[in-house]
Every structure is written in C-alpha cells, then in structure tokens.
C-alpha cells in the first residue's frame, strides 16, 4: 500500500525531498491539482512519471520551482513581460512557457525548445521543492487523460503503488489546473486556460494574449480528449436538460446531472448542485466528477456553465471531459 505522509510534518517532508532526490515518485499538492513529481533534471525519475502515468513522451512536464529566481536555471532568456507576470502571479496557478536553458533534459521538454516553469501557492509545495533544492517535473497525479487528483485519497485510488509516496495536504484550493502562457515568442499565447484568467493576463500584459495556434509549443492539457471520466459524460444547455435526461431515461439509461443552476430533471437518478461562482465550482469540479465516476451511473449530464474569467478554464475542462468519456462516439453506435 502507498505510503502517505503527513504534509504538516517537517520530517515528513525532509523524507519526501530525499525520495525524489533519490530518483522516487512523490504525488504532492498543489493549489490547482495534486502533482506527480520526480527530480526534474533525472531522466531516468521522469520516465517513470511516464510510465506511471500512462503519458506519451512527446509531451511536455511543468517544472515547479520554489521562487521566480530560479527561473534562470531553467530559461535561457527571460522576457521582461515574464518578470512582469511573475511578479504579479506567483507563487500561484500561472505556467510560463519560455526558451530552455542549455541542460534541461528532453524528457522534460518534451524534445521542444521551450519549458514550462510555474512557482506554486501551496505552501507544502514550496516547501517540498525548497527542500528538494531543484525544479520538481509534476503533471496531474492521474492516468493520462483522466480526471486529475484534488485530494490525496484521489492519488491512492489511481496510482496506487507506482507511486512511492504521497503527501497529504488537503484539498486543492483552486481546483483545475494552472493557465499556460507562451512567452517565448514575440507576443504571448495562451495555450491553456486555467486558475488565472486571461482578462487578468491581459491588465499585466497591455493587451489579450494570442491564442495558441497551430505553431504553439505542445503543452499540457491540449488534446481534445482529456480530464474524462469513465462514464459517458454530455455538456447540454440547462434548458435541455430535462428533455435530454427524459429521452435517457427512457431508453433504459441511469442518468446523473450536475447543474450550477435550479434545473432538477425528474428523470435523473441523481442531481448534484454545484456552486452558482465560478471558484467553487472550479474547486468541487474534479472531486463531484470523481464521485459520479464511481456511482454506477449510465450517463452523466452536465449544465453547459458561463463564459469569462474562470469559468473559461471549467468550460474547457468540461468540453475536453466530454470528449474522452466517448459520449459521442457511444451515440453514433
């Protein structure tokens, strides 16, 4: 069984570090999601992120510092608007895409030019990477493609044993995951939206960044089939919901539906209210997600949520949910 340490304790900290400086897997929190973490700089630690997670080796790892002063570790350059950004947004859920420092291994980067390199809120994952005295690689602590972890008991479930140790913090405060920002070019891109919004982006910025495009660097989070549950799961509009869970019913289905709204279909076997604010609804999404997984259910019907600020980076999780649970392809068979 999967050890799980106490992340208040100082020593059980200090033994976290000597695990991951030692080449072990340490599953951590965050304030955006639970990590996966492994020595940054060990190739051999970061394949077994890989395999742990099922992950392609094309894509590319955030690496988590413990202050923004690190960053010349790991960039070769750093833009001004970075510095900005940094000063502004860290420690807290923004990556920043810059140019890779010479030495940062490909395993890494994905085999790309650039790197991804964030200073996370949470205090134990400061602290825990303070410690460990370098950049810690961490994506979600979860099977590729699947719903990503925002409690320790999230990590256990999923990785089980692949994992040497996880250190409990709590739930996530934030929820998803964090917004990536290309600065590497000459106008930065916006290749995920995540716990901080592009509207805030934009008053440290001057202007809206760019979207990603098809020349963007591969990122986290950008396949269109991701954050997904096992059950089939549809994003339809509040006021088809009713009607939708009706027509599932009616064929025999076992239907949940989780609302932000009033909208209480009686076909539903289960209705769960999620929060009417985007940052709580953004921080119960992952764990309610999880719970309907695991209820038996045939289909999960989910209100199509708003649009701006935060709620940009729920809606794209949803859309992305949506498409790898294989709703779609459930209903053209």
Known sequence: MVRILPGGDERALREAAGLLRRGGLVAFPTETVYGLGALARDPAAVARVFAAKGRPADHPLIVHLAEAG?????????????????????????TLVLPRAEGVPDAVTGGQDTVGLRVPAHRIARRLVAAVGDGVAAPS???????SPTRAEDVAAELGEAVDAIVDGGPCAVGVESTILDVSGARPRLLRPGGI??????????????????????????????????????LVPGAELAARAAALAARGARVAVLTHGAERPAAAAVV????????????????????????????ILVAEPPRGGLWEAVADRLRRAAAGSGAEEEERT
């Open 70 to 94: 690190w960053m010349g570790r790991w960039a070769r350059t750093v833009p001004e608007p970075a510095w900005r950004l940094a000063e502004r947004f860290w420690p807290g859920p923004l």
């Open 272 to 299: 769960e209210r999620m929060p009417a604010q985007a940052e709580g609804y953004a921080r119960a999404l992952y764990a309610r997600l999880r719970g309907l997984d695991a209820g038996g259910f045939d289909r």
């Open 141 to 147: 602590a979860n099977r590729f493609g699947r719903i």
């Open 197 to 234: 919004p592009a509207e805030a982006l934009a008053e440290v910025l001057g202007e809206m960044p760019a979207p990603a495009g098809a020349a963007a660097p591969r990122s986290p989070g950008r396949l269109a089939a991701h954050y997904a549950p096992r059950t089939p799961l549809e």
